[in-house]
C-alpha cells in the first residue's frame, strides 16, 4: 500500500514540476509578445486535447489533456500576414526578445528557487564534478570523492583514530577521486604516519589528522572499518559552500548555466574523440531519470530537495532551448538572424519544412533517450513486479 501511495504522490508531483517549468518558459514568450503587441492565439499548457479553455482579450487560455509541455501560439509565427502585429512582421530585435523570453524566464525562476533554498540549507549545495570548473562568490569549494566511516572495529587498528562519521577525502595530501584511487592510496602509506583530509558533510569545513596507517591484515583489509560512499555516482562531486547574502542565488545560477554547458561539451568531446558514448548516455536523461529522482524524493521524504532540482531543471530547460536547433527557440532566433543578415525573409514553406523537420528529429531524440532511461532505471521488470503484486500472482 505504501508503494501505491509512493507511486502516486511521484506522479502528482512530476507532473506539478513539467507543468509549472514549462508555464515559467511559455509566460516568458507570451508576456514579451504582449509587450510588443505581437497577437497571441493560444497560450496553453499540455498537449492533446483541450481539457479547459477561456478567451480572454483575443487569447484563449486553454489547459490540455498531457501535461508534458505547452506552447504559445503566435499570429504570423511561421506564415506572412499583412497584420502588423503579426510576429514575423516586428523587428528583428523584438522577435529575439520574444524567442529568448522564456529561456530568460527559466534562468530567473531558477534564481528564485536557489534564493529559497540557500539559506535554508546553510547557502550550502552539491554537485557532480564532471568538469573543472571556479565557482564565484564562494566562501569555499572542495572537490572530493567522499567516503564516510560507518562502524569501526574494536579490535581493529584504525580504534582511537577514525570514527563513525568520519568522511574522509585526502590522504597525505592527495584527494583522490573515486574508490579505487582511494584504495591505491592506502595501499602506498601501509605501515605509516600520514595525515589524513576529511570534510564535514554538515558544514563542508575540512579538517587534517595524522593517522598511523597498520599493514593490510590476512583478509586484505588495512583500515579494518566499514565504508560507505555513492555506489551510483561515477564522480566526485563539488561541495559549495556559497557566502551568506541575496546575490549568492544568483551566483549560483549563472555559474551552474555555464558549468552544465562546459559538462556537456566535455562529455560530447570525450564521446567524438574516443567513439564510446557510454559517459553521455549515462549523463543525458529524459522524463523518466526525472520521474526516478521525483521519486527518490518521495521515498526518502526529501520534499526540501525538490526545490534545487526544480532550479537545475529549469537551467537545464534554457539550456537546451537557446541550441540553435530548427524548432527550438535557439533556432528559430537563428532564423531572425539569418533573414536580418541577408535582408531576406526566409519563404514560408521552408521556414515550416525546417521546423517540421527538427520537430521530428526532436521527438525521435525524445524516444532514443527515455527508453535508454526506462532500460537503465530496469522500469520494464519493476512495472511487471508491481502488476503482479496488484494481481497476487
Known sequence: MEQLVNIIITLVAFFVLISLLVFVHELGHFLAAKFFKVYVREFAIGFGKTVWSKQWRGTKYAVRLVPLGGFVELEGEVSTTDNPNAFRNKRAYQKI????????????????????????????FNLPAIADYQFSNTKSSVKAFPITVITVAEDGQSKGQLFSGDTIIGIDGKRFLSYSEFQQELKGVQDKTVKFEFVSLDTFETSERDIKVGKADDKGAILNVSLNYDRTQPYPI??????????????????????????????LGNAFRTGDYTEVAQSVGGLPKLADNVGQVVEFKAYDILIPLAALISISLAIFNVLPFPALDGGQAAVVVIETITRRKIADRTLSIINTVGFFVLIGLAIVVNFKDVIQLGWLNSIGDFFKNILGR
Not at 97 to 110: R, S
Not at 238 to 266: M, Q
Request: charged share 10%; glycine share 8%; hydrophobic share 55%.
Open 238 to 267: 563539488y561541495l559549495i559552500r556559497f557566502n551568506e547574502n541575496i546575490t549568492s542565488a544568483v551566483s549560483l545560477t549563472g555559474d551552474t548555466s555555464f558549468y552544465l554547458l562546459k559538462s556537456l561539451g566535455g562529455l
Open 97 to 124: 526578445i520574444i524567442l529568448m523570453a522564456g529561456v530568460f524566464m527559466n534562468i530567473a525562476f531558477a534564481s528564485i528557487l536557489f534564493a529559497i533554498f540557500l539559506p535554508t540549507n546553510g547557502y550550502k
